[in-house]
């Protein structure tokens, strides 16, 4: 969907492929970007319509025989202003972490590519995620946002806990008075209540409307952004014309945007004000980036992860439930905590896995920050200054140069000396999982706790039940522990 949980990197980016002194072949980028209008069109149109985002890459990847290309990636002129749509495709491991290098690319206003949302859905400023390392009020909003998470740790376990359980208990209740139900909307509200709590330091329930509907004002200021560069799977051809074609004006949530930065001003003033003391930001730059952190990165984010978690365990018929139960059994210990989840292997390697194959951050950009030389595992190319790369996580983290049987989801893949080694090249934090978010790089500040905190989701589970079923983003069954 986005790049939601992270603020998003410089980092050293881990060999992929075994030393050599003899460079791959150096080869011409293949693909071509076709006639001025007809091009783009005609590559939205497959992207968007008749194929989809994978399908167009990977018939691509087989047409030109590489794992790097040219080609338009949507969104694109002419209604959406001087969007520019060409770019170079890196879809095999070693090709995709030069995205991540900070010394060969930039990150200034990429991160849904060549289109940005206008910044009057961010208070008219640009916030950390569109600044590059390069910048100096990068390093500011990026040890504030280490900060929020560090004064968070000691509430973080507890809201998140206590806020699913009213998750879990609204599900129960809609299953047993109808024999379904839907995961999004008490996911959402707990979300909400658990992220704002611990991120701003405020409850939303001192104000009736922030309470009752701001995880709503977040779902539609979110939206209105990103709806552009989605892939929505509504009847053709209203998705194009009305989806695609233009970008939404702010002034369709800027009322609850308000609400949400006077809820912020008045109940997160601790937090606003250690950003003003301590990280030297303005009030409404503490404001608009603790927006965008919870809004984008935190809530946008965790609402597509979590759910993909359900579906992937819900589904499952290998007998993973109950691997993963007797693992918590064992060593869950009597209070579930980050400690005692670290412990759970296979639980972290389910997460691991899930990130891997249905990453919820599949697309990727960065700007050549100088010309340089780049390497896939079977050639070189140059890359000039200014091009735009383009990053499919979800091909990418399938290289079969990395990753044995890359199209099956293994839940142990990642367990064992194997399996960490192999953590090295899952890029899903806009870096490796073996990478440190800092303030000289854009990976996600939040990495380790996003992690940990889809341990403590699945953990959660298998004490509260022996197993479940869940399809299509709705439980259908339960079986409760006893």
Known sequence: MIQMMCLGAKMSSPSITPASTTPPPARTIPGSYGMPLIGPLSDRLDFFWFQGPETFLRKRMEKYKSTVFRTNIPPSSPFLGKVNPEMIAVLDCKSFSNLFDMELVEKKNVLIGDFMPSISYTGNMRVGVYLDTTEPQHSQVKNFSTDILKRSASIWVSEFLSNIDIMWGKIEKDLSASGSASIFLPLQTSLFRFLTKSLIGADPANSSDIGDNGYIMLDKWLA??????????????????????????????????????????????????????EFGLTQDEAIHNLLFILGFNAFGGFSVFLPSLISTLGSDTTGLQAKLREEVKQKGGDTLSFASVKE?????????????????????????????VMSSHDSSYQIRRGELLYGYQLLAMRDPKVFDNPETFIPDRFTGEKGKELLNYLFWSNGPQTGTPGPANKQCAAKDYVVLTACLFVADIFRRYNSFTATSGSITTVEKAK
């Open 344 to 372: 759970m292997e296979l639980v972290n390697s389910f997460v691991y896995e899930t990130l891997r194959f249905n990453p919820p951050v599949p697309n990727q950009f960065a700007r050549a920050r100088k010309d340089f």
């Open 224 to 277: 209105l952004q990103i709806l552009p560069t989605q892939k929505i799977g509504i009847l053709q051809p209203l998705e194009e014309i009305f989806l695609h074609s233009f970008a939404y004006p702010f002034a369709l949530v800027s009322g609850d945007y308000k609400k949400l930065y006077e809820f912020v001003k008045k109940d997160g003033n601790e937090v606003v004000q250690r950003g003003i003391s």
